[in-house]
């Protein structure tokens, strides 16, 4: 990529997603599927994460994070028999991530011996 040296070019920005899944009903299985729920009311306490990226602005990052934070809550689970249709994830936080560019030292040459440095 060819880059200008503006600092649009130095950074970079990627969106993330934090949800959290129902818990699962222990005591549901293949076959009592249509009488017991496959999952509780309450929430696992894991936080998942989705990141997507890199983008080259905040903008396009913030545009994927909405995107899936919308999505999220519309995979669902039940809709037949007696259970319920009901949203298996909930998005907790939604945000977008800045990393800058900057070049670093990675390996070293040394001029006597001609020999990199190995890292």
Same mark, same amino acid.
């Given at each position: 990529?060819? /880059?200008?040296g503006?600092?649009s *070019?130095m950074?970079?920005?990627r969106?993330v ?7 699962s009903? $222990?005591?549901s299985t293949f076959?009592? %599927?249509? *009488?017991?729920?496959?999952?509780l =009311?309450e929430?696992? !306490? =894991? @936080?998942? @994460?989705d /990141?997507r990226?890199?983008y080259? +602005?905040?903008?396009? &990052?913030? +545009?994927? &994070?909405s %995107? *899936?934070?919308? +999505?999220? $809550?519309?995979q ?5 028999g007696p259970n319920? %249709?009901?949203?298996t994830a909930?998005v907790?936080?939604v945000?977008v991530?800045r990393?800058a560019?900057?070049? !670093?030292?990675?390996d070293?040459?040394?001029? !006597? /011996?001609?020999?990199w440095?190995g890292?």
């Open positions: 990529m060819a /880059t200008n503006s600092l *070019d950074e970079q920005w969106s997603v934090e949800y959290r899944t129902r818990k009903n $222990p005591e076959q009592n %599927r249509f *009488d017991v729920p496959a999952y =009311e929430w696992d !306490e =894991e @936080i998942h @994460i /990141t990226g890199p080259q +602005s905040a903008g396009n &990052a913030r +545009s994927q &994070a %995107r *899936d934070a919308a +999505s999220r $809550p519309k669902v689970h039940g809709g037949w319920p %249709r009901m949203s909930r907790v936080r945000y991530e990393a560019l900057a070049w !670093e030292p990675f070293e040459r040394d001029p !006597e /011996t001609k020999k440095g890292r």
